[in-house]
């Protein structure tokens, strides 16, 4: 963290109650900064006490896991032509930063049968059972438990850093992709996939589900000091990092792309593991899981349509002058 920042960061690692695959979850809770505040932050937050982990106990419930392994299913399809576009050399130095369960880590050591794949994630649980679920794959492919806005890792190391499914989820986003750009090497590229919850788009039941991404996903990133439409952000973002050939590319998650049982389970994913945080006063449970529930009925039912667009934002490290 940068001094600048006036950092104070209290760490409290907790025991979650839930367990999967036979291994319990340890959630970074609290893991707090004096900052500057950010411009899309809640300016109702106050700016002495921002979570840079605020999503801790949802990442570390058990329905993270069928998340991440039904997004795989979903857009990998489509993302993986986006490696061969990169050209990278042979034998590439890939590092995942934020990895999760290891599922975009394992396939791209897969399809890059020569590269060196680093799997980095915050939750020493996850860490665990990526490396049990992926063990074939080692020792190409390994996890380390690590920090995205502190790399344990030298300069100028990697031909390809990618973020996946992160940015929309923390605060100063800035700083992680200045930590993804200072580990590439120059000629090296950096890949996000941003997510942006204004798009994803469903047919109406009784409840309107445009009404329902922005009172719940949109308004609980604003109260935890984060952007959940910070997808159309990311190429500003990327190029401010300074990164060059900047580029978005979408992976196109609908209804005839993707088998409708895939794109449910990632929306059945989602609502169990989210309801109680989306829930406000004013927007109650009941209705959250009433919403989730009607848009995972419209995504399995055979007359309707429904779509999610993930921009993957991608850019080129200059090399050193």
């Keep these: ?19 999967a695959s036979g291994f319990t979850f340890r959630s970074a809770k609290f893991l707090c900064v004096v900052w500057a505040a950010h411009p899309w932050i809640n300016p109702g937050m106050s700016a002495t006490n921002v979570n840079l982990n605020p999503q801790g106990e949802q990442m570390a419930d058990e329905s993270m896991i069928r998340t991440l392994a039904a997004q795989i299913e979903a857009i990998w399809p489509q993302e993986k032509s ?30 890059l049968p020569e590269s060196r794949v680093v799997g980095v994630e915050l939750l020493a649980a996850s860490v665990e059972h990526a490396r049990r679920q992926h063990a074939a794959l080692a020792p190409r492919l390994t996890f380390e438990v690590g920090d995205a806005f ?16 992160m940015i929309q989820s923390v605060p100063h986003v800035d700083q992680i992709l200045a ?10 590229h950096v890949h996000v996939l941003a997510e942006d919850y204004s798009m994803l788009h469903m047919m109406s039941g009784p409840l309107d ?10 308004e609980f990133a604003m109260r935890t000091g984060t952007d959940a439409r910070v997808g159309r952000r990311a190429w ?8 060059t050939d900047v580029r978005v590319d979408y992976v196109v998650v609908d209804t005839l792309r993707v088998p409708r049982r895939v794109f449910a389970d990632i929306i059945t994913a989602w609502r169990d593991g989210y309801v109680d945080a989306l829930s406000t006063p004013e927007f109650p449970a009941a209705v959250v899981r009433q919403h989730f529930n009607e848009i995972i009925a419209s995504i399995v039912n055979p007359d ?3 779509v999610w667009h993930l921009p993957i934002v991608s850019g080129v490290k200059l090399p050193a002058r």
Excluded: I, Q
């Design 150 to 165: 502190h790399l344990e890792h030298d300069d100028n190391t990697f031909d390809l850093v990618a973020n996946r499914h």
């Design 82 to 111: 986006l490696l061969n576009f990169y050209r990278l050399p042979r034998n590439p130095r890939v590092l995942d930063v934020g990895a999760g369960s290891g599922e975009f880590s394992a396939r791209v050591a897969a399809l």
């Design 179 to 188: 930590e993804l750009v200072r580990v590439t090497k120059p000629g090296g």
């Design 209 to 218: 589900p445009d009404v329902f991404w922005r009172k719940g996903p949109v």
């Design 1 to 19: 963290m940068t001094a600048a920042l006036k950092a104070a960061v209290f760490l409290s690692v907790a025991e979650c109650p839930v367990s």
């Design 236 to 243: 500003t973002l990327m190029r401010a990092a300074g990164l």
């Design 304 to 306: 309707h349509y429904a």
